[in-house]
């Protein structure tokens, strides 16, 4: 069976997670600091505080920012739940809007149509890797007429003096666009580190922030070190040096921090990011190569002249497929031992969002981007005789079920 996304684990990693282990220190250390410093390095961006999840991240991004209770957040109808579940739990209103006709990102005049007094922050997500449109988002949220909609209601809220962009950067690490790569292009960018993502600390994920210059980014890092460790004054790091015992909580905080071992899987990750790129690279090319001459492949958009992907995910369309066509397809595939995904079922065909009144019907693009979608795998021990495996089962399949 060629499984659908391995993460890469071999002896350099092993040794570093051993490392740490052994070290005496195996909580938020000089692991996860060096981490950090070392993702801001790479991304290009502000700061960056990591915790223990994409989803810990954003939600406290989105209380952090003061969203609430009547606020609303805008989001695509196919993303992850997380994109979704995150502004229900801070409390506000996730408005789903359409996405492109020619790529699975949210739609910018789709955006500019939903957008209402109570818009606070807008939450593009980089579908399969590959960045929103941001020069436009940004161009909407800084028009005098939007601007004079927006009502503050926090100091950030005030000095920003617009509408948020904050990025579900979980798939795009290593993505660029008009040379800045993501987590320094929106206001905050959230990474997931989750172990099915292009980048893994087997759970994790950041809070990477860009806000313009006139944020103090030093004394923001270090009020966000402080809301994902209980509201502490001092870390346990620092508690732990002779005689600092004594700490204040200054608010009631979350617990969200990422642990050195976590760090330690990420560093080597890190190192050798651009290793796993060039490979993930080669086998989104080598099956576009490998359905371009066959009449029902709608290849994914993987590079313009603004953007490039960081091929996280190889987002394969089956042309004139339903949706029962695609599942029958997918079986297929299964049935000859390779394994497949859907990114992602849209969030209105799910319970959760059905009963809070969203309807599949409002976001056609959406429904009909999803009903023919097949997600291939992609990752760095995926070896060029099992891409051919799988393009032959894909086409098999096809052959099989639409004739
Ligand atoms: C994985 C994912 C998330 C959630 O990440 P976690 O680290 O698991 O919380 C959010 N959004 C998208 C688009 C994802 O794919």
Same mark, same amino acid.
């Given at each position: 069976?060629?499984?659908?996304?391995?993460?890469?684990?071999?002896?350099?990693?092993?040794?570093?997670?051993?490392?740490?282990?052994?070290?005496?220190?195996?909580?938020?250390?000089?692991?996860?600091?060096?981490?950090?410093?070392?993702?801001?390095?790479?991304?290009?961006?502000?700061?960056?505080?990591?915790?223990?999840?994409?989803?810990?991240?954003?939600?406290?991004?989105?209380?952090?920012?003061?969203?609430?209770?009547?606020?609303?957040?805008?989001?695509?109808?196919?993303?992850?739940?997380?994109?979704?579940?995150?502004?229900?739990?801070?409390?506000?209103?996730?408005?789903?809007?359409?996405?492109?006709?020619?790529?699975?990102?949210?739609?910018?005049?789709?955006?500019?149509?939903?957008?209402?007094?109570?818009?606070?922050?807008?939450?593009?997500?980089?579908?399969?890797?590959?960045?929103?449109?941001?020069?436009?988002?940004?161009?909407?949220?800084?028009?005098?007429?939007?601007?004079?909609?927006?009502?503050?209601?926090?100091?950030?809220?005030?000095?920003?003096?617009?509408?948020?962009?904050?990025?579900?950067?979980?798939?795009?690490?290593?993505?660029?666009?008009?040379?800045?790569?993501?987590?320094?292009?929106?206001?905050?960018?959230?990474?997931?580190?989750?172990?099915?993502?292009?980048?893994?600390?087997?759970? @994790?994920?950041?809070?990477?922030?860009?806000?313009?210059?006139?944020?103090?980014?030093?004394?923001?890092?270090?009020?966000?070190? /402080?809301?994902?460790?209980?509201?502490?004054?001092?870390?346990?790091?620092?508690?732990?040096?002779?005689?600092?015992?004594?700490?204040?909580?200054?608010?009631?905080?979350?617990?969200?921090?990422?642990?050195?071992?976590?760090?330690?899987?990420?560093?080597?990750?890190?190192?050798?990011?651009?290793?796993?790129?060039?490979?993930?690279?080669?086998?989104?090319? @080598?099956?576009?190569?490998?359905?371009?001459?066959?009449?029902?492949?709608?290849?994914?958009?993987?590079?313009?002249?603004?953007?490039?992907?960081?091929?996280?995910?190889?987002?394969?369309?089956?042309?004139?497929?339903?949706?029962?066509?695609?599942?029958?397809?997918?079986?297929? /595939?299964?049935?000859?031992?390779?394994?497949?995904?859907?990114?992602?079922?849209?969030?209105?065909?799910?319970?959760?969002?059905?009963?809070? @009144?969203?309807?599949?019907?409002?976001?056609?693009?959406?429904?009909?981007?999803?009903?023919?979608?097949?997600?291939?795998?992609?990752?760095?021990?995926?070896?060029?005789?099992?891409?051919?495996?799988?393009?032959?089962?894909?086409?098999?399949?096809?052959?099989?079920?639409?004739?």
């Amino acid at each position: 069976m060629i499984p659908f996304s391995p993460p890469r684990i071999d002896q350099r990693v092993i040794d570093e997670v051993t490392s740490a282990l052994t070290s005496g220190w195996i909580t938020t250390g000089p692991r996860t600091k060096l981490f950090e410093k070392q993702l801001t390095e790479y991304c290009g961006n502000k700061c960056t505080v990591a915790v223990s999840s994409w989803t810990a991240g954003m939600e406290l991004i989105l209380r952090w920012w003061g969203i609430g209770p009547g606020d609303e957040v805008i989001i695509p109808a196919i993303t992850y739940c997380a994109s979704a579940n995150v502004v229900i739990h801070a409390g506000a209103k996730p408005v789903m809007v359409d996405i492109n006709p020619d790529d699975f990102n949210i739609s910018v005049e789709a955006i500019r149509k939903a957008i209402t007094s109570k818009t606070k922050a807008i939450m593009p997500v980089d579908i399969a890797g590959l960045p929103c449109d941001y020069d436009a988002i940004f161009a909407i949220v800084n028009e005098p007429s939007i601007k004079s909609l927006f009502q503050a209601n926090s100091d950030y809220q005030r000095k920003l003096g617009r509408i948020l962009i904050a990025a579900d950067a979980a798939h795009s690490f290593g993505a660029t666009y008009k040379g800045k790569r993501s987590g320094a292009i929106a206001d905050v960018s959230c990474f997931s580190f989750h172990a099915v993502k292009n980048l893994t600390t087997a759970e @994790g994920g950041t809070m990477s922030i860009n806000l313009p210059d006139s944020f103090d980014h030093e004394e923001i890092y270090k009020e966000l070190c /402080i809301k994902i460790l209980h509201g502490q004054s001092k870390d346990a790091l620092a508690k732990a040096q002779k005689g600092n015992w004594r700490y204040d909580v200054v608010e009631p905080g979350f617990k969200c921090n990422m642990t050195d071992i976590q760090a330690a899987i990420g560093l080597i990750e890190l190192d050798r990011f651009q290793e796993n790129l060039d490979r993930r690279k080669a086998i989104c090319l @080598g099956y576009n190569d490998g359905f371009k001459n066959e009449s029902w492949a709608l290849l994914p958009k993987m590079k313009d002249e603004k953007r490039e992907t960081c091929y996280h995910l190889y987002q394969l369309r089956i042309g004139g497929a339903s949706e029962v066509q695609r599942d029958a397809i997918m079986q297929a /595939i299964f049935d000859q031992d390779v394994s497949v995904n859907v990114h992602f079922q849209p969030l209105p065909i799910l319970t959760a969002y059905k009963k809070r @009144g969203y309807k599949m019907e409002d976001y056609p693009e959406a429904w009909d981007k999803y009903q023919n979608e097949i997600t291939l795998p992609v990752y760095f021990d995926l070896t060029d005789a099992q891409v051919q495996i799988v393009i032959q089962a894909v086409k098999n399949a096809v052959k099989q079920v639409l004739g």
